[in-house]
């Protein structure tokens, strides 16, 4: 198991102020084992991947719970729903319905929430009413 001395002077705002900047149990990153809540596949976060995302990307709260294949489809599932809601947006409200890209959308949308519980319930349910009138 590899371990790699923690520089908590580079750690975000957040964690700076949390009880785990004080805890040596935190001085460390070790390289850490876990099972891709996705796919099941294990995998090894590394210590150096914490390292970076935690001091670099000033990510607070790191829990890494999917493997990177599974971690880039959920990005690409999350930009997707982005760039749809942008196109939504952009619809008049006459054409709305009639979007051809709905039916995507929706999919994108069950997809997306097989990863997460964060997803927009309340756009699903207009989408599948919009989509079962076609």
Same mark, same amino acid.
């Given at each position: 198991?590899?371990?790699?001395?923690?520089?908590?002077?580079?750690?975000?705002?957040?964690?700076?102020?949390?009880?785990?900047?004080?805890?040596?149990?935190?001085?460390?990153?070790?390289?850490?084992?876990?099972?891709?809540?996705?796919?099941?596949?294990?995998?090894?976060? *590394?210590?150096?991947?914490?390292?970076?995302?935690?001091?670099?990307?000033?990510?607070?709260?790191?829990?890494? *719970?999917?493997?990177?294949?599974?971690?880039?489809?959920?990005?690409?599932?999350?930009? *997707?729903?982005?760039?749809?809601?942008?196109?939504?947006?952009?619809?008049?409200?006459?054409?709305?319905?009639?979007?051809?890209?709905?039916?995507?959308?929706?999919?994108?949308?069950?997809?997306?929430?097989?990863?997460?519980?964060?997803?927009?319930?309340?756009?699903?349910?207009?989408?599948?009413?919009?989509?079962?009138?076609?």
């Amino acid at each position: 198991m590899k371990k790699i001395p923690a520089d908590k002077s580079k750690w975000p705002d957040e964690l700076k102020r949390s009880y785990d900047y004080y805890d040596p149990r935190f001085d460390f990153y070790y390289d850490i084992k876990i099972k891709c809540k996705k796919c099941s596949h294990e995998f090894v976060w *590394s210590a150096e991947g914490q390292k970076y995302e935690t001091e670099v990307l000033k990510k607070a709260w790191n829990d890494r *719970s999917l493997c990177s294949l599974c971690f880039k489809r959920y990005n690409l599932l999350k930009e *997707s729903l982005r760039r749809y809601k942008i196109m939504w947006l952009e619809e008049s409200e006459n054409s709305k319905s009639q979007a051809v890209y709905l039916k995507n959308w929706l999919e994108c949308i069950r997809e997306y929430k097989k990863y997460t519980n964060k997803y927009d319930s309340g756009m699903e349910s207009h989408l599948t009413k919009l989509v079962g009138k076609t």
